[in-house]
């Protein structure tokens, strides 16, 4: 049986992830890295397979079954999907929740003409955590779910604090609230503030001089990022940072809980929940397992942009669905 | 726009939860019950709603859009879920893994020339438990995952129970040794007998003057029910265990532990949990939400067996793709 054939456009954490995914599915094999960078400059784990030019990746159409995109869901993803989707059958982990009506809409557009398939915004968050919040609520109609992140390391707020004056470098850590996550799980169906829900912890090493306590308030007044947050700033070293801070985890958890019963008077929690060593090597596992999702979908004759919710859980598997049936279910 | 039109075919536990469940989904309303029983014996919730005998149900063709199938797994669904689907659309909750191959080949048999969709192993386990499994073995497929049960009531062990000379009545809780389930989350791939993986605890009602040295006994080594785990016996009277053990909880955990990056250094835990007020009721809750998808499917031409891992999870949902993309994912 010939290997699915993945090409992996942008290598950075992500790409390096997609990278070492591929390489632990025996099914699948890297075809190409495509990158803005100078090809020459881009050194990859894989032996043998090219670095191209993102520029000259049409000549690859028909040697590269499925392409994963690996850019940033701000400027990089809004333009390479649909132009990658009217080439390619393509994957990616576009995150700004308010924009996949218009990002779906666009590759929808491009991939439909081009006969190929698209799947947006994969990975846990969108990604599994949205699977587990649709499958509680369709079973448990009457409740509430409720999102917790972390502990894990939020990468936007972590560049906000090293954006402050006086400041070299930053870690910053989002951190679920016990008693909210109890208060979720007993049933009661709270109604949560910000602040109730998570909390803010930063590890921040200052330059030299620095006036520790204005960088402190600094970053505690900051809107939108902190200041809707009990937030803890902890200077410290940068060998220390560099120390304790290297990894990127990260994680979470989905809770419902809903009744049923003639007058609701049986409760019921679902929970789902991940704890990650990185971020970036999660997402992209699994990336991988919907680009294998994507491929069957295009032979099978799909085409148009899908989501997680569109693809059957059978797709990703490498098994056969009679060894699913046997062994799985 | 027209509900979808349910018929439940045995009216237990599960069928009283289907009746809830179809009562607490606006678009769906009870066609019929469908009973072995004389349907003037069979007192049902709704009201207007027909008890039928099961004898005449063919003269329902055209008139049910789904047939949940709410009979057991030993001898009725084996049966049943074939005969039906030859003329509805049929969901089941079929529940012995060793035989789900042969009653899935059954069932398309009987689905695929009728034209009709039959979703078989519909609940949480076989169900909910079974996608955890998938996904997470897709996502991490250098991994090793763990179900375990519990803290619940199993039917099985307190009729086994039940059958020991001067036994009267008894409950029997399955529970999950929490040891065991912190060694997996630790991520060290433990290997784990039976014993060290779940306790039984039991509750028994004595007949006056019975052998109470000699009933434990013979609980505590009967063969495949409790020789293998640690067993507790507790004596109460009959009015305790009506007042404190009356209720059908159930649940449990499948937790996936799995290894990524260039030599497995990165370590994730990706962990599911129930916990269920009633077993039937969140059971008959998934089969409600798996017979919009049998009618979804069909609707679209779809014919034959499926299980959960067949259904594209949209499928479940009351809401349309386009409301789902947008407040969900």
Redesign the interface.
Known sequence: MSKIRIGIVGYGNLGR?VE??VA??PDMELAAVFSRRDPASVKI?AEGVPVCALADIESWKGKVDVMVLCGGSATDLPRQTPELAAMFNVVDSFDT?AK??AH?AAVDAAARPAGTVGII?VGWD?G?F??????A??????GKDYTFWGRGVSQGHSDAIRRVKGVKDARQYTVPVEAAMDAVRSGSCPDLTTRQKHLRECWVVAEEGADLAAIENEIKTMPNYFADYDTTVNFISQEELDRDHKGIPHGGFVIRTGN???NGE?????????????NP??TS??LV?YA?AAFRLAQKGHCGAK????????L???RD??D???H??
Do not use: W
């Open positions: 992830g070492l995914a632990a599915n784990l929740h996949i009506p779906f915004s969108p599994m949205s699977l587990n919040r649709l499958y609520e369709c079973i448990l109609p009457q049923t019963g003639a049986t409760g019921h929690i679902i929970e789902y929940s991940l704890k990650l060593g990185s090597e999660f596992s699994v397992a294998r989501t997680v919710f569109d693809v059957a859980p059978a990703l598997s490498p669905p009679a699913l049936r046997a799985l279910l």
